[in-house]
Nanobody, 124 residues
């Protein structure tokens, strides 16, 4: 059974950094698309960053130049390095994965497997 477990969230001041990790297990073939989403209270879930099996990445405009997504397939781990954090980045962050071979988008319905989330709080 596929499991995704996020870690690394916490509380930081604006301008600070955090590195999120997502440990994946329960499969024999690496997922093709992996992504980070976030959801703040009262808002829709937003695709933050995506990485495909071809290493192509895609970012939401709001995080471009500040966030970096990466994956270590040997360790079955997905990362999100978040720099220059802003109060608007505060949310629950979720890891997502899908095995279908296609372009990797940033819409929630494109992903089959989800983690439970890790909370990020940014104070001004």
């Amino acid at each position: 059974q596929v499991q995704l477990v996020e870690s690394g969230g916490g509380s930081v001041q604006a301008g600070g950094s955090l590195r999120l990790s997502c440990a994946a297990s329960g499969y024999t073939r690496n997922p093709y698309c992996m992504a980070w989403f976030r959801q703040a209270p009262g808002k829709e879930r937003e695709g933050v960053a995506v990485i495909g099996g071809d290493a192509k990445t895609s970012y939401a405009d709001s995080v471009k130049g500040r966030f970096t997504i990466s994956r270590d397939s040997a360790k079955n781990t997905l990362y999100l390095q978040m720099n220059s954090l802003k109060p608007g980045d505060a949310a629950m962050y979720y890891c997502a994965a899908d095995w279908r071979l296609r372009g990797c988008g940033r819409r929630p319905y494109e992903y089959t497997y989800w983690g439970q989330g890790t909370q990020v709080t940014v104070s001004s």
